[in-house]
T-cell receptor, first 113, second 110 residues
Framework: DADVTQTPRNRITKTGKRIMLECSQTKGHDRMYWYRQDPGLGLRLIYY???????NKGEISDGYSVSRQAQAKFSLSLESAIPNQTALYFC????????????FGPGTRLTVL | GQNIDQPTEMTATEGAIVQINCTYQ??????LFWYQQHAGEAPTFLSYNVLDGLEEKGRFSSFLSRSKGYSYLLLKELQMKDSASYLCAGGGGNAGKSTFGDGTTLTVKP
């Protein structure tokens, strides 16, 4: 079973719609992250959370919001989707005290028409 | 700043050795990661350097010079399955979050 799962895996939506992407993990990690990746580019951090009561903006948080419902769950919302939010979205987890390398979910491919 | 630069594309031959370079501004990172990402898939962790020098792990090795803001990933005995994007990222330790470069797409040819 995958340690980090994302739902949905693919989503097509229209401009102006509200979208929620969900991430769950069974690794028991406190730290969770949301990234977006555009073609030919690296990962850009949207939001991150170091525990259930901690939410931090990343470099590109405008137009997005997050909720950390439990240690294992971290969801990303687009309140009013726009076409330039079309991208591949990855959730990741990490654990302090080690290298803090990140473990990624399989990704959600989002298309906003 | 924490800009991370790496070449966009590289091509190499099966069985050969390839070195993928990464440069970064020297402030703000605890260490330097390398991740591998096959097309359409999630990145997976390859290596982490926090001290200067070379870390060897099978066919893959990673080098770091903190004073020069320079790292490289060395891939030996290239296989076709090594065709992927290789992401350099600064971060690690208790800082938690990482900053990623845009990745180097490596194509391995027969």
């Amino acid at each position: 079973d995958a340690d980090v799962t994302q739902t949905p895996r693919n989503r097509i939506t229209k401009t102006g719609k509200r979208i929620m992407l969900e991430c769950s993990q069974t690794k028991g990690h406190d730290r969770m992250y949301w990234y977006r990746q555009d073609p030919g580019l690296g990962l850009r951090l949207i939001y991150y959370s170091f525990d259930v009561k901690d939410i931090n903006k990343g470099e590109i948080s405008d137009g997005y919001s997050v909720s950390r419902q439990a240690q294992a769950k971290f969801s990303l919302s687009l309140e009013s989707a726009i076409p330039n939010q079309t991208a591949l979205y990855f959730c990741a987890t990490s654990e302090p005290g080690t290298h803090n390398e990140q473990f990624f979910g399989p990704g959600t491919r989002l298309t906003v028409l | 700043g924490q800009n991370i630069d790496q070449p966009t594309e590289m091509t190499a031959t099966e069985g050969a050795i390839v070195q993928i370079n990464c440069t970064y501004q020297t402030s703000g990172f605890n260490g330097l990661f390398w991740y591998q990402q096959h097309a359409g898939e999630a990145p997976t962790f390859l290596s982490y350097n926090v001290l200067d020098g070379l870390e060897e792990k099978g066919r893959f090795s990673s080098f770091l010079s903190r004073s020069k803001g320079y790292s490289y990933l060395l891939l030996k005995e290239l296989q076709m399955k090594d065709s992927a994007s290789y992401l350099c990222a600064g971060g690690g330790g208790n800082a938690g979050k990482s900053t990623f470069g845009d990745g180097t797409t490596l194509t391995v040819k027969p």
